[in-house]
């Protein structure tokens, strides 16, 4: 075990929303591209088996790698919460960040091309049940 991946289901009438985040403890293993392998595999989950219209996550300020991997795939920034974390003696905003199900669709098939590579159309024939949009 390297860390925990979370995908936390919501509904707020007919919208139903996942929050998402990666925590991978070891340091060594940071900056190799397990990030953005993970929030993908997170992102296949909740919109293609768990069929959530949004996803949401939010990191610290000062988190940039963080930030970066959840842009990389996809995510916009939406906002903060001001002065909302302590850590190392001080206060500090977080941000928060989210990915529509339609935005996510349209670049789908090219993060998983990056990710997966030769093996994608393995993984398509076996896992996907959402259609890709023109
Ligand atoms: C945040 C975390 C999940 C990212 O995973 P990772 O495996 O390190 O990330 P990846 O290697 O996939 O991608 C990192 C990207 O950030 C970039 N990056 C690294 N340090 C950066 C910095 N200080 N500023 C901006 N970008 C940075 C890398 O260049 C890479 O982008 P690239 O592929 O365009 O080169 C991981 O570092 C982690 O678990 N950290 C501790 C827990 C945490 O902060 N979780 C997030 C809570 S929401």
Redesign the pocket.
């Known amino acids: 075990m390297i860390?925990i991946a979370r995908i936390e289901q919501e509904s707020w009438h007919t919208v139903k929303t996942a929050g998402v985040?990666?925590?991978?403890?070891r340091k060594d293993?940071?900056?190799?591209?397990?990030?953005?392998?993970?929030?993908l595999a997170i992102l296949e989950m909740a919109f293609n088996h768990l069929n959530v219209e949004r996803c949401e996550?939010?990191?610290v300020e000062y988190?940039?790698?963080?930030?970066?991997?959840?842009e990389?795939c996809g995510f916009k920034r939406s906002g903060m919460s001001r002065q909302a974390m302590f850590v190392n003696g001080r206060k500090w905003d977080d941000y928060h960040f989210d990915i529509l199900r339609e935005e996510y669709l349209k670049i789908r098939m090219d993060l998983l091309k990056q990710t997966l590579g030769e093996k994608l159309d393995e993984y398509i024939k076996r896992h996907c049940t959402i259609q890709q949009r023109e």
């Open positions: 860390g985040g990666t925590y991978i403890g293993l940071w900056s190799r591209g397990l990030g953005k392998h993970i929030t996550a939010s990191s988190n940039h790698r963080a930030h970066k991997v959840l990389l």
